[in-house]
């Protein structure tokens, strides 16, 4: 999360990053965030309906959105690097 919150700080203006939390309560989730430097929107999943959707069936998983709102990506675990690294690849596909 630490790495998310260090790259949206970098990236915010050219992406935008939003988090789900189908798990915690909203005051343990924003804690969560809030310790780790997460500025960007989080939002919760209590009943599992994005989860659904987009069929994610580990955690953490990424998902990478185009500008037309269709999912392009699926990713698992990514560091700084590789999150900057799929950005940079969507980016230029877009």
């Known amino acids: 999360l ?11 203006d050219e992406v935008r ?3 789900v939390n189908p798990i915690d309560e909203v005051d343990v989730m924003e804690s969560f965030a809030a310790e780790r430097g997460v ?4 939002f919760r999943d ?4 994005l989860q ?5 069936t580990s955690f953490p998983t990424t998902v990478f959105v185009g500008s037309d709102g269709e999912v392009v990506e699926r990713r698992g675990v990514l560091d700084a690097d ?3 690294e799929a ?5 230029a596909a877009e």
């Open 39 to 42: 500025e960007y929107d989080n």
């Open 17 to 19: 990053f939003i988090g």
């Open 87 to 91: 950005i940079d690849e969507l980016l």
């Open 82 to 84: 590789q999150l900057h």
């Open 2 to 12: 630490r790495d998310f919150a260090a790259v949206d700080s970098e990236r915010g």
């Open 46 to 49: 209590p009943i599992g309906d």
């Open 52 to 56: 659904i959707e987009l069929e994610i």
